[in-house]
Every structure is written in C-alpha cells, then in structure tokens.
C-alpha cells in the first residue's frame, strides 16, 4: 500500500560519457509511483567527452520532473555528487532527504514508495540502502531476509549499501563533509562506514535497482576494472579505521589478510580461472 507521507526528495545523477544510458535512467525515475515525492534531479555532468551534456540538457526541457543540469570539468564521481548535494543545499533547503543514482543504474518503479514506508515508519533511520541485481547480502554467514542496521564491521565485510540503492538525510551528508574527493576507489564504502558509526545507516533486502545494466561489480569496465585500486582503496579505509579506534587491531589485521585474499580471489575470476 502507497504511503502518501510526503518526503521531499533530490536525487543526483553523477554523468561522465554516458550518452547511450542516461535516457533510461532518468525514465526509471519519472516511472515512480511516488515521483510526486521527487522535488529535483541534479545531473552533474562530470566533463563528459560524448554528446552527454547536449543530450541531457534538451531532455531536461520536456522532463515532467525538474531536472538542473550542472557541468563541470572532470573530477571524479565523489567530486560530482558533492557538487550536486552542495547545489540542493544551496538553493533547496527544504529538500530534507537526498537519494543517488549512477548513469547507468534503473529504478524499479517502486523504489521510492517501499523506501518511504520505511522511512516513515521508524525515525532511527537515517541512510537507507536495498539489495541490487538479486544480490544477495550475508552477515555473519547469515542472508539478511529482514531490514537491519549496519555496523562497520558489517559494511568492512561486506561493502554495503550501494549508492544508487540509498535515500538519505541531507543533513547527516554535509555534517559528515560528503566523499572524499582525493579517493578514486572505495570511495563509497569510505562515507557509508562514517554515517554507519555516526549514525543510523539500515538495509533493506529487497531488489530495488539493476545495477549497470547487468554488469558485474568489479573487473569489467569503469573504475571497478582496476582491482588494484579498489583493493588500495579498501586499505585505506581500514587504516582510517584504525587510526580513529573505530575498530580494534584484531580486526584491522584480520580485514588485511581477507583483502588480500579477496583481491587475488577476483584476479582469477578475472582471468577465468575459478
């Protein structure tokens, strides 16, 4: 059952070379059952090559959601959704909670109306994220079939929510400074493992996106490719970890040998090896 609630929601589109997806996306998002909840689409064009911004910008004229368009040069995603959480914060101040989708990620149609009962339903939540592609999520060698709340050791584990998959408090982003801009890799796990010790961050187990039309998450194209750098990137964020005690020695070195293992494990899938 629809919940009428209304939650005055942004979403930012972070856009790099994305000519041939960015149309579906914002069509998954105009095909919401709550799309009235929807207040504005920030597109960040991120220094696009392609004909991304000439495509987006025209759309954004016949769009029934109001759709701003920013360009800038090319810094990275974190950079970009920063920029577009900073532009709501600026000139949409009653926009109250935030929500990102990639360029190539779809809604399903009822994203925003399943995440809003639950949001509506319990005030401890302040980030909300969903299963994608059928994945499945385990915690502590469990599948999670119910909502949960994440803790760092969760999300060290598992790498959890996905950006597309999550709403969240405008507010908690800016009290927590956004993504790092100067990492390239595990960027997302960085921020969601702040706002998990800060705060109230949930999981929700039901598919509510596709995830890059199908692709796999790690070692076909995009930053994911470099398995080098998400694994660096997944170390840095354990030393950060440890240097503010929010997790024990014991658990630093045993998250650096299941790194590790987990780097040389996809190398081989990557090969086709195993």
């Given at each position: 059952?629809?919940?009428?609630?209304?939650?005055?929601?942004?979403?930012?589109?972070?856009m790099?070379?994305?000519?041939?997806?960015?149309?579906?996306?914002f069509?998954?998002?105009?095909?919401?059952?709550?799309?009235?909840?929807?207040?504005?689409?920030?597109a960040?064009?991120?220094?696009s090559k392609?004909?991304?911004?000439?495509?987006?910008?025209?759309?954004?004229?016949k769009?029934?959601?109001?759709?701003?368009?920013?360009?800038k040069?090319?810094?990275?995603?974190?950079?970009?959704?920063?920029?577009?959480?900073?532009?709501i914060?600026?000139?949409?101040?009653?926009?109250?909670?935030?929500?990102?989708?990639?360029?190539?990620?779809?809604?399903?149609s009822d994203?925003?109306?399943i995440q809003?009962n639950?949001?509506?339903?319990?005030?401890?939540?302040?980030?909300?994220?969903t299963?994608?592609?059928?994945v499945?999520?385990r915690?502590k060698?469990r599948?999670?079939n119910?909502?949960?709340?994440g803790t760092?050791?969760?999300?060290?584990?598992?790498n959890?929510p996905?950006?597309s998959t999550?709403?969240?408090?405008?507010s908690?982003?800016?009290?927590l400074?956004g993504?790092?801009?100067?990492?390239?890799?595990a960027?997302?796990g960085?921020?969601?493992?702040?706002?998990?010790y800060?705060y109230?961050?949930?999981?929700?187990p039901?598919?509510?996106i596709?995830?890059?039309?199908?692709?796999?998450?790690?070692?076909?194209?995009?930053l994911?490719?470099?398995?080098?750098?998400?694994y660096l990137g997944?170390?840095?964020?354990?030393?950060?970890?440890?240097?503010?005690?929010?997790?024990?020695?014991y658990?630093?070195?045993?998250?650096?040998?299941f790194?590790?293992?987990?780097?040389?494990?996809?190398?081989?899938?990557t090969?086709?090896?195993?």
């Amino acid at each position: 059952m629809m919940n009428d609630s209304v939650l005055k929601i942004g979403i930012i589109i972070p856009m790099y070379n994305c000519e041939n997806t960015i149309i579906h996306v914002f069509e998954s998002l105009e095909k919401q059952t709550l799309a009235k909840n929807i207040q504005v689409i920030i597109a960040v064009n991120d220094g696009s090559k392609d004909s991304t911004l000439s495509i987006v910008t025209e759309y954004a004229k016949k769009s029934p959601i109001k759709i701003e368009v920013i360009n800038k040069k090319n810094e990275g995603v974190s950079s970009a959704r920063n920029k577009g959480v900073q532009f709501i914060t600026d000139n949409y101040p009653e926009i109250e909670w935030i929500a990102f989708c990639d360029s190539d990620d779809l809604w399903h149609s009822d994203k925003l109306e399943i995440q809003t009962n639950i949001l509506v339903s319990n005030s401890k939540i302040d980030c909300l994220g969903t299963q994608f592609n059928d994945v499945k999520l385990r915690v502590k060698g469990r599948i999670v079939n119910s909502l949960i709340r994440g803790t760092v050791k969760d999300i060290c584990i598992q790498n959890f929510p996905q950006p597309s998959t999550v709403i969240m408090r405008r507010s908690i982003f800016n009290e927590l400074g956004g993504f790092d801009e100067q990492q390239y890799y595990a960027e997302d796990g960085n921020f969601f493992l702040k706002v998990a010790y800060y705060y109230g961050l949930y999981y929700y187990p039901k598919c509510l996106i596709e995830y890059g039309f199908g692709k796999r998450g790690f070692g076909q194209k995009g930053l994911s490719k470099n398995l080098k750098g998400m694994y660096l990137g997944n170390i840095k964020n354990l030393r950060e970890l440890k240097k503010k005690k929010m997790i024990s020695i014991y658990f630093y070195m045993e998250m650096r040998l299941f790194y590790w293992i987990k780097y040389i494990r996809r190398i081989l899938i990557t090969l086709g090896k195993i």
